[in-house]
């Protein structure tokens, strides 16, 4: 199809509308066409068509002009003396008047015919939806579908929309820690993903602990053993003769195989369970302060797409206070100044809406790149957690079974020990703790505007 080239600034994800083109900055595309409202329709080199804003894209030469719907000429002859009638790119009636440069949408329910430049004017049509650098235009539709707390968009609690768990059933970390809470002291918010963080290095802090409790017990069989080596080269007694010399004598020989089986039952808690328990994982604290600071990272860009979104909404209000004072001016004296102060400011208001709508595209993509580092990293700290657990049940089932094997013990006193080695769960585990620590199931959306 034939029609003007432009090239594309900024990248855009086509969320924004029902019918929105993707592209990635640098591609061209035709434009199909280029009506009233800061959208236009246009077509890649693949194929693809759709609609996307204007001030995303760099003309390469002037475009055609807008051509009329079906049926427009027709409509257009009803419309007061200087109104045109256009479809903006969501389906909604669209009216430009072309003596005051004034736009609006189509007010539900009231015939065309009976509209007049006064129907026409937006701030009389506070509730329709419009452009961003359209006058007046309200901020009443976000304000009740999304909430931004600590700069992250959720859905409004009066309207909240049914978002199925990433991981139903599964308690998954990834499902539960979206939100800020305060921290004990209720000074300090923290994240949940410091929250999910505390927990890891707690962990490590805990398997480190239960090494150096097994070292603890290594010591005492290695001074154990070296008694009982002690002990059994004793003179005491050795002079006794006949059979009881010789039952004395083995006595004292069983203490020196007493110790030489204390030796190796330390030798292997060393090699078999206190040494897999401090090597398990070395760089792991090294590791989640790098993944700790990414997410952080995210997040200040979060924070610093936010504070740009803010910026831009509150240069558009004061955009369209300029154009509604200059057509308040206009209404009560014609002039040809008049006319140029309205058509230069229109044309900073919509440039202030295109600019609130880039802004509101960078934070949205921002936030899906922290939502996807936040899902993947979660994911990951959940298998670290199960391989963590799951290592450390099967060292101490290590300790057990050498028990087992040094037969000089009561074995009685680990078989308990035995039992609740077979029940550990990590998914149970898991359960009960996000049920205690959980921050918040509402996963972010998109800022709408």
Known sequence: MSGSRCQTLYPFSGERHRQGLRFAAGELITVLQVPDGGWWEGQKEDGLRGWFPASYVQLLEKPRKATPQPGEDTL???????????????GRRYYVNTFTNVNGYHISGTPVHQLDSAHMNLRKASGDPQTPGSPAAPRRQSKESSLTINC????????????????PSEWSYCDYFWADKKDSQ????VSGFEILLQKQLKGKQMQKEMAEFVRERIKIEEEYAKNLSKLSQNSLAAQEEGTLG????????????????HLKFSSKLQSEVEKPLLNFRENFKKDMKKCDHHIADLRKQLASRY???????????????????KTQQLEVKLSNKTEEEIKKARRKSTQAGDDLMR?????NQAQSKWFEEMVTTTLELERLEV???????QHLCQYTQLRHETDMFNQSTVELVDQLLRKVDPAKDR?????????????????EI
């Open 186 to 189: 209720g000074n300090n918010t």
């Open 76 to 90: 257009n002859s009803h419309l007061p003396p200087g109104w045109q009638s256009y479809m903006s790119p969501q």
């Open 359 to 363: 802004c509101v595209d960078l934070y």
């Open 246 to 261: 010789e039952a004395w004598a083995q006595l004292k020989k069983s203490l020196a195989d007493e110790a030489e089986v």
């Open 431 to 447: 359960e009960l703790w996000v049920k205690e620590h959980k921050t918040g199931d509402i996963r972010p959306v998109d800022m």
């Open 152 to 167: 992250v968009t959720f859905p409004h609690p009066d309207i909240m929309p049914e978002q199925q768990l990433l991981k």
């Open 307 to 325: 504070a740009a979104v803010e910026k831009a909404r509150k240069a558009l209000t004061e955009r369209q206070k300029d154009l509604e004072m």
């Open 387 to 393: 391989e963590r657990v799951e290592m450390i049940r």
